[in-house]
């Protein structure tokens, strides 16, 4: 009976709700400008992205692009595009997508195909970078910029650089020995730097995870052990105290301390150690490409962005445009390199004398032709999921490594349909 | 003993206007319709902003997903993958262990700081503030800073204990040890002030009743104290226990879930953001739900008597 | 040591007053003594909590000043170059907009919370009300599902309604999702409070709800200022709800805990701790002072008949 009073209650609440409702949100341009959504330092004011944005609004006025910062985390930025995506939300025209993000992206059906352009960038881009933006033998995104991993060493502790994983340890644990230092440091946290990481080793061992066209599983557990085996065997002699807990930073204030002989990490470390005046690293230290188990060549897992257009789009041409644009002019790619330090993924870039004297872009020139994608599958997140719960606790001695891998062999066989 | 010195504390029923046929107080609003349009805001705004996912989300639990493509009505399925898988398991172990342990030294250096946070000495402004410290930095930082200490690069702690290169963050039972004791810091001062809060609202006659009584300290405390505590150790414990039962952010930027510190909000973090499987995620959802939900009504209804005494028995004879 | 009157008539009585009188001398040096003893376990006690507080905040301030990486990598928390550079960085990317998006949201929330909470919790421990158990359970329930959980559909919702990127549509949730923590901490304070006082009101004319705001409403003011508190200092620290419903612009809605997130190195894979020490420390500083003002009301009561401190 006194039930109209508490409606009047209610009533307050709903007016509230209905005068946030009514304050316009922010989203859909109809204007013709465009939104990247990119994360990372470079999308930050002043950083190269930006300057690229820049760029591409003033000689194209009509279809101007600006850049919504996604946070620092990968994981975070992934999360976001989902949402909005998820939503069908128009917000961003443009996305900046990790090279293992490419398959669930297309799987959701987030993605405009690239197909009408392929030639245009398959032309012009290093092998293993296109095959990143690939799912399904289709193109979905244009490829952006790359990574490989490097194999940093000291100068003064090392004479040639290893070209066995075995050899690598040998050194460095007679070298850390004399000195009173570890041995090598790299990412052997539970992340996905872990997972990269192991790849690696397992890649260099003749190991593959599926068949070309990805239709077959072909992961061989003998060589997943045999690497795992490896990493266990060398976690308290050969590895840093604080392997297990390590990611990118930790490897490198480690190796930039002067407490590790060798180091796996990304090119960005060099920049950092060599401006470090008081680091022992300092003018002691070189990078070469990472050693194998069978001692041939060079194997490096790829990282990196690229540029996708989003299916919900309302400038789709556009888009399209900017990221053919961004992934095949010579001047922009050449730009990631000179004023970034970030790997082009375009082929010329590396044969510019302007990169000669730059011991990263030449060291990455010789490695990225070989490096070698993550499988950009829809499933890869929980392939690389599956992968740290099972090799993770293996090589740390808390789980049986064949009983680890015999998993690991019988999860990718699920993800095949 | 207790009941009787306390009695002047506690909320006596002496007969109020809501007994029998409800008497029309003054403006027309009897006691039993005010009570409606009190609680009506709080129903409302709450029902509003959190009925419509809890229930999107157990629908979806009962749907069967591959990644993000729906692939049919599943009923019961997403739960059965869920008991049966080990991780679920593991998840609810290091949980409950999480739970117990942090809660549980939690409480006792919260009761410890509230105590003396109530008592009058000199610098006591400045140790008030500084109680409060830990909890008023944001987790996701409390939890970076933690790493930073704990972890072997570059090793705060081991230097300042002169353990050399001790991996507190990489082996089994350490790893657990580091995420309960950050969570203990952070969340200890939380505990303190609903305690020092629930301290001021004992009359200082009580006391002085028991002091002139011949009570010695620890039987002051014993009988009057936490008796008449109960009710803010109560809420106190209840929110803590559901807090930690869910907790996500300190395992996930500490060891991100290594050495079986997986909590179950990282499992279901999993399943909806990083590995996403729409049904599943909300199936291991409603789980934790579920779970924390019995234990919280397990709390209610021990705080219940304390709160509704009086009105909620005749309430409840309807 | 009250009903000492003494009335000295007689010898004996003066012999046994004198008696009496060293009795009470020995008892006060024993007395005293053990004060001391106390005040030094007191103090000590006091070390050792100070120091278990602050040190962590301790570091977090000497690592925020330091500069570069050889010192910030440094476990020596005395090791420099020290310099304000961090904090002039944090400036320099908008913080202060995040602190002011930080209070408004917070501080909404705040408000409601205890405006609808402490209505709502009044009605549970004074009121009659049906089944108020299961009113407390279903209160409970709200805030007991997996946060996660709620985003991806809350997600849907706000941007039909237009909510995101609005302090709305982070107060509302909030304000929501720590209702049930205010109506328990504020159902035991109203229900601690003696029935009898705001039934003596309603004898002296005043309507239930003059009772409640007049009588009942300050007597419960430690709690009131704990629960806000609470609230403020949950709200400011949130971090989920607040990154995906205003991650970005902090012309907007951004706060503070997401502005951090969002921080970055100079380059890719950098971490920028120093930038966000220094701003963990900056976004303390003015939790520090409310947490002291909202407690000085929760220890009133004390402060009027205690020893200065």
Known sequence: MKSYKSWLASGGVLALLAVAACTPGTGDDEDGEMVWAIGGSEAQPGGIHQRIAEMWSEQNPDNPIRIEVLPEAADQQ????????????????????????????????????????????????????????????????????????????????????????????????????????????????????????????????????????????????????????????????????????????????????????????????????????????????DVAPLPTFTGDGTISALGGFNNAVSAFSNNTE??????????????????????????PTMASVYDDPALAGDPVMALLGDVLGDARARPPSPAWNEISVEMQNNLFPAYNGDADINTAVENVRTFLEGTID | MAETTVTPGRPTRSGNGGRGSPRPVRQGLSERALGKVFVSPSIILMAMVALFPVLYAFVLSLYLYTRRQPIGFGGIDNYVRALTDSRFWDSIQFTFIFTVTSVTAEFLIGLGFALLMNQ??????????????????????????WFFMFNVTPGFINSVLGLGNFNWLGQSGWATFTVVFADVWKTAPFVALLLLAGLQTIPNDVYESARVDGAGMFARFWYVTLPLLKPAILVALLFRTVDALRVYDLPQVMTRGAFGTESLSMLVQQYVVRTPNPGYGAALSTLTFIVVLGIGIIFVRLLGRDLVIGSGVEGGRR | MTSMTPTPTGSVQERALDTRAEELEREKRVLNRMNTLRMWGKTALLGVILFWCLFPFFWLIMTSLKQGDPALNDPNLFRGPFGLQNYVAVFQQDFHLNLRNSFVVAGMTTILCIAIGSLCAYAIARLPLKRKILLLSAVLAVSLFPPVALVPPLYEVWRTLGLLNTYEGLYLPYTAFTLPLTIFILTTFFASIPADLAEAAKVDGATPFQAFYRIIFPLAAPGVF??????????????????????????????????IAAFTGA???????????????????????????????????????????
């Open chain 1, 78 to 285: 992934r999360e976001q595009q989902a949402l909005e995506l998820q939503a069908g939300g128009s917000g961003f025209d443009v996305l900046g997508v990790d090279v293992i993000w490419t398959g669930e992206y297309s799987e959701n059906d987030w993605l405009e195909s690239l197909e009408d352009v392929r030639a245009e960038i398959e032309a012009v881009t290093l092998p293993g970078p296109f095959e990143s933006a690939t799912w399904g033998g289709e193109l979905w995104a244009a490829p952006y910029n790359s990574n490989a991993g490097f194999l940093y060493y000291r100068t003064d502790l090392v004479d040639t650089p290893p070209t066995t994983w075995e050899e690598m340890c040998e050194v460095a644990t007679s070298a850390a020995e004399e000195e009173g230092i570890a041995g090598f440091v790299g990412q052997g946290a539970r992340y996905e730097g872990f997972v990269v990481n192991w790849l690696e080793y397992y890649w260099s061992n003749g190991g593959e995870l599926y068949n070309e066209d990805q239709t077959q599983v072909t992961f061989d557990t003998a060589a997943a052990a045999e690497v795992t085996e490896f990493m266990n065997e060398n976690l308290d002699t050969c590895f840093a105290p604080g392997f297990n807990t390590a990611q990118e930073e930790e490897a490198r204030n480690e190796f930039q301390g002067g407490n590790a002989v060798f180091m796996r990490n990304w090119p960005y470390a060099y920049a950092l150690i060599e401006d470090d005046e008081g680091s022992p690293a300092n003018g002691n230290f």
């Open chain 1, 318 to 343: 556009a888009a399209k445009d900017f990221v053919v644009w961004a992934a095949t002019n010579e001047e922009v790619q050449t730009m990631l390199a000179t004023e970034a330090s970030l790997p």
């Open chain 3, 267 to 309: 380059v890719e894979f950098q971490r920028p701790i120093g930038t966000i020490t220094a701003a963990s420390v900056v976004v303390t500083i003015p939790m520090i002072i409310i947490a002291l003002v909202f407690q000085r009301r929760i220890v009133a009561g004390l402060t009027a008949g205690g020893v200065k401190g």
């Open chain 3, 226 to 259: 704990a629960a806000a508190i609470i609230v403020f200092v949950l709200a400011w620290n949130e971090f989920l709800l607040a990154s995906t419903f205003a991650p970005r612009n902090p012309e907007v809605a951004q706060t503070v805990p997401v502005a």
């Open chain 2, 120 to 145: 009058a000495f000199r610098g006591r402004g400045v140790t008030r503030a500084a109680i409060l410290i830990p909890w008023v930095i944001p987790t996701v930082i409390a939890a970076q800073m």
